[in-house]
């Protein structure tokens, strides 16, 4: 095993809170309820994928572009929010494993639907730490499609089967499975029970290796 893919969000640090409240002033504005529930439903897929789910709940039919337009609005929101972060959101327990891996000789990546990924990583202090960023601004498909993953294999130059992914979304761990990798599972992922590896903490990551 050559190199880690890494999905950001719930696995290096956490933006959930800055989603769901991003998502609920569009459902204010849409006249819909957004609860916790509806906003763990959205863990692991795209950006309109996600607003499906709040439109589950409107009377209204949109169009293509008005979704798009949507979209758009929830992002600004959820950017600004964003400016909130800072490297007090990456733990130390999680920088400390992704630098022990690092002297072990692994190649470190981040596999993420998010457009947003590298805003994120530049606010907790990771810009420029990882050897390939693949994320919502270079794949067509979104997971449980393997594309994020498998282009951020390419990036390291490495075979899917010599990289481990780290999911905590059940649609991340398939996508994982479906490029032929070798699949970890923390947090929400864990009780699924599809990963090779499910684990309680990401500082386990170093028993495996």
């Known amino acids: 095993m050559k190199g880690f893919i890494f999905d950001l969000d719930g696995v290096i640090c956490s933006?959930?809170?800055?989603?769901?409240?991003?998502w609920k002033v569009l459902a204010k504005k849409l006249g819909v309820s957004f609860s916790r529930m509806d906003n763990n439903r959205q863990r692991g897929v795209s950006r309109m994928?996600?607003?499906?789910?709040?439109?589950?709940?409107?009377?209204?039919?949109?169009?293509?572009?008005?979704?798009?337009?949507?979209?758009?609005?929830?992002?600004?929101?959820?950017?600004?929010?964003l400016n909130n972060m800072g490297e007090k959101d990456l733990s130390y327990e999680v920088k400390d494993t992704l630098d022990r891996l690092r002297e072990k000789g692994y190649k470190l990546a981040i596999g993420s639907s998010s457009r947003n990924a590298?805003?994120?990583?530049?606010?907790?202090?990771?810009?420029?730490?990882?050897?390939?960023?693949?994320?919502?601004?270079?794949i067509t498909k979104s997971k449980p499609d393997p594309e994020v993953f498998i282009k951020a294999a390419e990036y390291m130059n490495i075979p899917c089967e010599q990289c481990y992914v780290v999911e905590d979304a059940k649609s991340g761990v398939e996508a994982a499975i479906a490029g032929g990798f070798k699949t970890i599972a923390v947090g929400d992922a864990i009780k699924y029970k599809i990963a090779e590896y499910n684990l309680n903490s990401f500082q386990e990551l170093l028993k495996i290796v």
């Open 49 to 81: 994928e996600s607003l499906e789910v709040l439109l589950e709940k409107s009377e209204k039919l949109f169009t293509e572009d008005e979704k798009v337009t949507l979209a758009d609005y929830k992002n600004k929101i959820y950017q600004s929010l």
């Open 118 to 138: 590298k805003i994120i990583l530049e606010k907790i202090g990771l810009d420029n730490y990882f050897d390939a960023v693949s994320d919502g601004n270079n």
């Open 15 to 22: 933006t959930d809170e800055y989603h769901y409240e991003a």
